[in-house]
């Protein structure tokens, strides 16, 4: 006996316009079919830190191809963060107001010295003074979900006075 695929319910007819949604404000068409496959990643289960492992989920024939093209959109591509935002958060308000504005620090523990803002610092990932990366976001939030609306990497001291280490990172 074969499987029969059911037609899309309302539900998955609004994700999938949602998604739609996104790809256009990524701009170029060139980075729609690699967001919708980032967004699907991002939902599949498993790892989530990393685009290889949701790359083999997506594309287990295809890996490296597919790594590659999620990469490029996550570290390469130059869309705008402002159009992304404008279609994401009338999608949150539709279900509830925004109910907090949500600051917050966060350390990125770092093996190396040779990344912007990298120095021996308090890294709240780990618990304590280690090499690490800092930033702080500004983000909104719902009663059902939050968006980052901005974010800045902080510059420890020891950064800012040295230029030439600056100028190479």
């Known amino acids: 006996m074969g499987s029969r695929l059911s037609a ?4 998955e007819r609004r994700f999938a316009a949602y998604i739609e949604g996104l790809a256009e404000a990524a701009g170029h068409a060139d980075r729609h079919v690699p967001l919708k496959n980032y967004c699907k990643g991002l939902l599949l289960s498993g790892e989530r830190k990393s685009v290889e492992p949701m790359a083999a989920r997506l594309a287990p024939d295809n890996v490296r191809r597919m790594h590659q093209s999620l990469h490029h959109l996550v570290a390469d591509a130059p869309w705008n963060d402002e159009e992304v935002r404008r279609e994401v958060l009338p999608a949150m308000q539709k279900h509830s107001p ?3 504005w949500i600051v917050d620090d966060t350390g990125f523990p ?3 010295r ?3 803002g ?3 610092q308090y890294c709240g990932q780990i618990g304590k003074q280690d090499n690490c990366q800092a930033a702080v976001s500004l983000s909104v939030a719902t009663w059902s979900s939050s968006l980052p609306i901005g974010w800045r990497l902080y510059l420890p001291e020891v950064w800012c006075q040295d230029r030439e280490r600056r100028q190479r990172a």
């Open 110 to 112: 770092k093996q190396g």
């Open 98 to 100: 925004v109910v907090a």
């Open 8 to 11: 899309p319910g309302p539900q």
């Open 118 to 120: 990298v120095a021996r």
């Open 114 to 116: 040779h990344s912007v």
